[in-house]
């Protein structure tokens, strides 16, 4: 897991995968429950990188989509 200073370079797929990784982890018998915050923080901190991917990406969209029906 890396410091929240990658996300900003991050590519929606890799935020998804490591997404995986972390839910992966947190659901195997070795998981610590020290570590459960700091698998929190950094999903949540993905999470609003996926989200404000799809929503770039929704608005692209909708631009390309307005001038073809002009």
């Not at 490591?18 to 998981?31: A, F, H, N, T």
């Not at 429950?33 to 929704?58: F, G, H, P, Q």
């Amino acid at each position: 897991m890396e410091n929240n200073d990658d996300l900003k370079t991050m590519s929606y797929s890799e935020a998804i995968a490591e997404l995986e990784r972390i839910v992966r982890e947190m659901q195997s018998d070795s998981c610590s429950i020290d570590n459960l915050s700091r698998y929190t923080s950094r999903s949540l901190a993905l999470l609003k990188v996926c989200k404000e991917k799809l929503l770039a990406t929704d608005e692209e969209l909708k631009k390309i989509l307005a001038e073809l029906e002009q």
